[in-house]
Nanobody
Framework: QVQLVESGGGLVQPGESLRLSCAAS????????MSWYRQRPGQERESVAV????????NYAGSVKGRFTISRDNTKNSVYLQMNSLKSEDAAVYYC?????????????WGQGTQVAVSS
């Protein structure tokens, strides 16, 4: 079955960095775009970054552009989010996401999330 397992969250001070990882299994990882989403307290889940299957295309939310970098390693079935210059407003639960085709139509798959806290 499809599994997405995030890791790398934690507590950092403003201006510091974190690298999130997502290990994927149960589907042909190299064939699908992958995304990172986040959900801040009291807010809707929002897209942070997306990367194409080959890694040749990426896109970012305006609030993280220039600070966050999404990447993937198709040999390790993993996607990463390098987060630099973290701000208090980046504190959230971060989720790995993929949309896959099924017999019943496209289906969204999410990881369990990893908590990022930013506080001095």
């Amino acid at each position: 079955q499809v599994q997405l397992v995030e890791s790398g969250g934690g507590l950092v001070q403003p201006g510091e960095s974190l690298r999130l990882s997502c290990a994927a299994s149960g589907f042909p990882f190299r064939n699908y775009a992958m995304s990172w989403y986040r959900q801040r307290p009291g807010q809707e889940r929002e897209s942070v970054a997306v990367i194409a299957s080959s890694g040749g295309y990426t896109n970012y939310a305006g609030s993280v552009k220039g600070r966050f970098t999404i990447s993937r390693d198709n040999t390790k079935n993993s996607v990463y989010l390098q987060m630099n210059s973290l701000k208090s407003e980046d504190a959230a639960v971060y989720y790995c996401y993929v949309r896959l085709p099924t017999d019943l139509g496209p289906r969204d798959f999410w990881g369990q999330g990893t908590q990022v806290a930013v506080s001095s």
